[in-house]
């Protein structure tokens, strides 16, 4: 079955720019999209088809998918930014996931 | 605005069924987005279980098929989900969703979730 494999964490300083990647057998070839969940709540999407931004996400949030990896970037990372991330795309009809990423604000 | 609210028992016995339904407000679920279930176990990541269309045509996480229904109620404007033969490998946050219309199919509305745990 499909895997979209992530870092498990990703450290960065605030106001620097963190990436976090997703990786995936020719996931260049798929959307993918991304989800952040803070504690206690529900995953928000953040990205869709690779790099577009739904209304109300900060532009400091971007997206790129090519070959093998889709990248998550935010830039000027803040304190609100800590959270979980998932990326996600979809293969032969099926909703897969990444393991997440926890993203820390140090 | 989209709003999506999970309801249902919060305690499932083992070998049972969990049945959750997602009542849709701000939109149709007769409409043209699809609709959705994705659970996630404590502290751990996120699983999809299925889609439904308001058509009735339902998909399914191949994990699951067999387990698992998804039906949806045009008359309530709500969606729910079914799966039987429940384990404590099934205790989770269960959320439901709206899917964007368009080639990359985010879920772009989420309810705010429901704790089901599996136990006797």
């Known amino acids: 079955s499909y895997e979209l494999i992530q870092p498990p964490s990703v450290s960065v300083s605030p106001g620097q720019t963190a990436s976090i990647t997703c990786s995936g057998n020719?996931?260049?070839?798929?959307?993918v999209c991304w989800y952040q969940q803070k504690p206690g709540q529900s995953p928000v999407l953040v990205i869709y088809?690779?790099?577009r931004r739904p209304s109300g996400i900060p532009e400091r949030f971007s997206g790129s998918n090519s070959g093998n990896t889709a990248t998550l970037t935010i830039s000027g990372t803040q304190a609100m930014d800590e959270a979980d991330y998932f990326c996600?795309?979809?293969?032969?009809?099926?909703?897969?996931f990444g393991g997440g990423t926890r993203l820390t604000v140090l | 605005q989209v709003q999506l609210q999970e309801s249902g028992p919060g305690l499932v016995r083992p070998s049972g069924t969990l049945s959750l339904t997602c009542a849709v407000s701000?939109?149709?679920?007769?409409?043209?987005?699809?609709w959705t279930w994705v659970r996630q176990p404590p502290g751990k990541g996120l699983e999809w279980i299925g889609e439904?269309?308001?058509?009735?045509?339902?998909t399914y996480n191949p994990s699951l098929r067999g387990r698992v229904g998804i039906s949806v109620d045009k008359t309530n404007n709500q969606f729910s989900l079914i799966m039987t033969s429940v384990t404590a490998a099934d205790t989770a946050i269960y959320y439901c969703a709206r899917i964007i219309v368009g080639a990359s199919r985010g879920f772009d509305h989420w309810g705010q979730g429901i704790l089901v745990t599996v136990s006797s």
């Open positions: 439904v269309y308001h058509s009735g045509s339902a």
């Open positions: 088809q690779d790099a």
């Open positions: 996600q795309a979809w293969d032969s009809g099926t909703a897969i």
């Open positions: 701000g939109d149709s679920v007769s409409g043209t987005n699809y």
């Open positions: 020719g996931l260049g070839d798929k959307y």
